[in-house]
């Protein structure tokens, strides 16, 4: 019989989670407290921009293999529940918030048929799975906890859960390891690396995975700090270490940093925990990550004040990139925005735009400017700013652009773009970590 599973919480990570197991020929239902959510995602639509995710959730409803709902007895005889809820920074707090999860868990627990598991993949601290199984067990003895992580990467997330690089579970029974074996048995024969671990193990190696690529992250940035400061050029530096096998070149592009509703939340609430733990020490080089991530975002204003002046009122300036990343409407802790919101503070008229990212940007931060073309964006503009490594701003044609401008002076934030081509269209160029003159 074919397995049935039930997704609590269709955000980002659920809504995902939910169209990739429907496509593998599982029948899934999506369970969501949220009215409004649960009908625009039964009509096919996705709330948020993710590539391929919207043709596959509408293909796997038209199959009759996916439904949502608000009701969670329709999901009481599925033999999986995957709770993917979201675990927000608490307010004045590093910590955690983790109401959200315990929510799901006592909604669904005293439901559960007998022999089904109930599986985490939120990101929570370490102890939380098993308080949560003991939790579990006194509502309904009758059912299991198991921990299966999620690595998705926005941009990536349909990829990353159809063809993940590997399969990490938190189990204490072999019957709960054969039940998501069940589930996960295309990724095991197309050879997915699985890891059995204990609850606490699996609930790590999420936080693990991001606070290393987080350090890597600021560590170039911190890099980028000193090659300024020296005369060098951190992306040849990048290049150079990333040759080395043991480093590799991934996420040493030096720029404005990580942001997101991941990596930041998620080091903050693993060095919280820690503290909780008694081990502050072992984490204490989180903070200085957070430190340099933040401080590469000063940096870019500093830059801004060095090439129109200490008081920016009245000066206009085009921020080309409002996401985290690109590929995703994601705003959550987005440097490009935090950059936008202090130079406005500062006086200066701040004008936005991005291919996906303006409704949530405008919606956050309606004090902001933002156009519906690059076009508008960069018209009069006393300086430029590239934020956010879209495609479609690497193929601007700086030559075309540089009569819109007031001032011919970009900065780019990514160093992503042609350095050479954006100078000899006769631009001033700067990017944190390179000199003006390189």
Known sequence: ?????????????????????????????????????????????????????????AAQIKSGKLTF???????????????????????????????????????IAPIAKAGSLVVGKSTVPVGTA????ERLISLNPAVDLAWNPEFLREGFAVEDTLKPNRLVVGVVSDAAEAKLKELY???????????????????LVKVAANSFLATKISFINAMAEICEAAGGDVTVLAKAIGYDPRIGSRFLQAGIGFGGGCLPKDIRAFMARADELGATQALEF????????????????ELVRKDLADDLKGKRVAVLGAAFKPDSDDVRDSPALDISVQIQAAGATVVIHDP????????????????????????????????????????????????????????????????EA????????????????N
């Open 185 to 203: 048995k295309s990724n095991l024969d197309a050879n997915t690396p699985w890891v059995r671990a204990d609850l606490p193990t699996a609930e």
């Open 130 to 133: 098993q308080r949560l199984r």
């Open 286 to 301: 989180l903070r200085e990550i957070d430190s340099i991530n933040l401080r590469a975002r000063s940096r870019v204003i």
């Open 69 to 107: 709902s608000t009701n969670f007895q329709d999901a009481a005889d599925a033999d999986i529940h995957f709770i993917c809820v979201g675990t927000p920074q608490q307010t004045g707090s590093l910590a955690a918030d983790l109401k959200y999860v315990d929510a799901a868990l006592d909604a």
């Open 422 to 437: 954006w100078q000899a269209a006769g631009w001033k160029f700067r990017a944190l970590g390179r000199s003006s003159s």
């Open 1 to 57: 019989m074919t397995l049935r599973v039930s997704v609590i919480g269709t955000g980002y990570l659920g809504a995902t989670h939910a169209a990739c197991i429907a496509s593998l020929g599982f029948e899934v239902v999506g369970i969501d407290v949220d009215p409004e959510k649960i009908a625009m995602l039964a009509g096919g639509k996705v709330p948020f921009y993710e590539p391929e995710l919207e043709e596959l959730l």
């Open 356 to 419: 996906k990212a303006m409704k949530n940007a405008e919606k956050r931060f309606p004090v902001l400017n933002f156009a519906n073309s690059i076009e508008d964006c960069l018209k009069d503009a006393d300086i430029v700013l590239h934020l956010t490594e879209w495609k479609i701003y690497r193929e601007i044609n700086p030559v075309a652009v540089k009569s819109l401008v007031k001032n011919a002076v970009i900065i780019d934030g990514r160093n992503s773009l042609d350095r």
